[in-house]
């Protein structure tokens, strides 16, 4: 099983807030990852980090911002939030398997909800 | 074309029914690959890593065919706790990045 852990796992919270999703890992990977869902559909990789002080966009443009200050943390902010930005997010982190790239752990998810 | 492609289904299948979905890859210098299961609102969770020679895990096998590009994944006695979604995930030589399908949704039906 995987240790990775996000909160909070619901939020409601009126437009124009600021947020942040905190997410960490106990396992020391080096990489780790946000992706968006929505219900019932697919994946998108909004931002990855492959170590500390190293943040990149991922393939879906987002409002977000993220910053890796320590290996294990991985914090993803909105500064004011949309309706459109309610939806699921979900963090990871990876190890390289031997043999095998990257296994991906996931953290249980941080459901947002912007009204 | 989609990096990764899968049928989205659903399948609906009987209790004990065995069933296959297939996923194609259009990077040939994809190395690895898996197969995660994710269930209604909850996060993906690793089903199996997918090897060259193809591996078997209980009721469940997964075959690579390298040279026409695609992986499956074959569940045999299925039951009713294997109704999710079945995402194939795939990771380019030389990057870190994964590459995950939309998912293939399976409804076992009683």
């Known amino acids: 099983e995987a240790d990775i852990y996000q909160t909070p796992r619901y939020l409601v919270i009126g437009t124009g807030k600021k947020i942040t999703l905190e997410c960490s890992q106990t396992m020391g990977h080096d990489k780790m990852y946000w992706y968006q869902q929505d219900p019932g559909m697919e994946l998108h990789l909004i931002h990855y980090?492959?170590?500390?002080?190293?943040?990149e966009k991922g393939d879906l443009s987002s409002e977000s911002t993220v910053s890796r200050i320590r290996t294990e943390h991985f914090p993803l902010t909105l500064e004011s939030a949309r309706p459109s930005h309610t939806s699921q997010y979900l963090c990871?982190?990876?190890?390289?398997?031997?043999?095998?790239?990257?296994?991906?752990?996931f953290g249980e998810g941080s459901w947002l909800t912007v009204v | 074309r989609k990096e990764v492609e899968q049928d989205p289904g659903p399948f609906n299948v009987p209790e004990g029914a065995t069933v296959a979905f297939n996923c194609t890859y259009s990077n040939s210098a994809s190395q690895s690959f898996f197969w995660y299961r994710q269930d209604c609102r909850k996060e993906p969770k690793l089903l199996m890593s997918v090897y060259s020679s193809g591996n078997e895990d209980g009721r469940f096998t997964a075959q690579l065919n390298r040279a026409s590009q695609y992986i499956s994944l074959l569940i045999r006695d299925s039951k009713l706790s294997d109704s999710a979604t079945y995402l194939c995930v795939v990771n380019r030589a030389g990057s870190y990045q994964l590459t995950f399908g939309k998912g293939t949704k399976l409804s076992v039906i009683p």
């Open positions: 990871a982190s990876s190890e390289p398997a031997p043999g095998f790239g990257n296994t991906i752990y």
């Open positions: 980090s492959y170590g500390v002080n190293s943040t």
